[in-house]
């Protein structure tokens, strides 16, 4: 070949890759960043009546910056292109499995106990109001009351479930999956 048919060669697949646009995401989102560009996230409160006193600080702060690690969007105060808000409706703790006492005189207690977050979400996309849509979202995580108490482990449980519930939050709204 000759190096005119070379550089001929490299012009054109030059040309047929820069006409193709393909939106591609290791997170998964099918977001385009020429039209949505910014993210608002309001307080969320724990209207549960359960867990920690600061969990609906938490989980706020928590949701805004997994969105700010997994996508291009700017986190703005209020009016994003994007919108996040809700509450915190739920806090339980529950007995999973009962381990029988082999005293007959004390009786069977609990070999598993379950702590379960449910929360509300209403998510608005000014740029598309198809998207819209209000949800609640839970998760749950178990822990062994024989070996620790709900205090010694209640703030990593909390995180755990969060992690969980803002990934459902987030494939439920950007990845569209």
């Known amino acids: 070949m000759t190096f005119n048919k070379i550089c001929l060669y490299f012009?054109?697949?030059?040309?047929?890759?820069?006409?193709?646009?393909?939106?591609?995401?290791?997170?998964?989102?099918?977001?385009?960043?020429?039209?949505?560009?910014?993210?608002?996230?309001?307080?969320?409160?724990?209207?549960?009546?359960?867990?920690?006193?600061?969990?609906?600080?938490?989980?706020?702060e928590d949701l805004k910056d997994y969105f700010q690690r997994n996508t291009q969007l700017e986190l703005i105060q209020n009016n994003g292109d994007l919108q996040f808000s809700g509450a915190i409706t739920g806090y339980t703790i529950s007995p999973q499995a009962t381990v029988?006492?082999?005293?007959?005189?004390?009786?069977?207690?609990?070999?598993?106990m379950r702590v379960t977050i449910r929360v509300e979400v209403e998510f608005v996309n000014t740029k598309n109001e198809e998207e819209n849509t209000k949800k609640t979202f839970s998760y749950f995580q178990d822990y062994d009351p024989s070996s620790t108490t709900l205090l010694e482990v209640e703030s990593e449980l909390v995180e755990t479930i969060f992690e969980g519930i803002i990934q459902d939050i987030f494939t439920s709204t950007v990845a569209n999956w």
């Open 11 to 60: 012009f054109c697949l030059t040309v047929l890759f820069s006409a193709c646009k393909v939106e591609y995401s290791f997170t998964g989102t099918t977001l385009d960043y020429n039209v949505t560009n910014t993210f608002s996230v309001a307080n969320f409160f724990n209207d549960s009546g359960g867990g920690p006193a600061n969990m609906g600080q938490l989980f706020t």
């Open 100 to 112: 029988s006492s082999t005293n007959a005189n004390q009786p069977d207690r609990a070999g598993q």
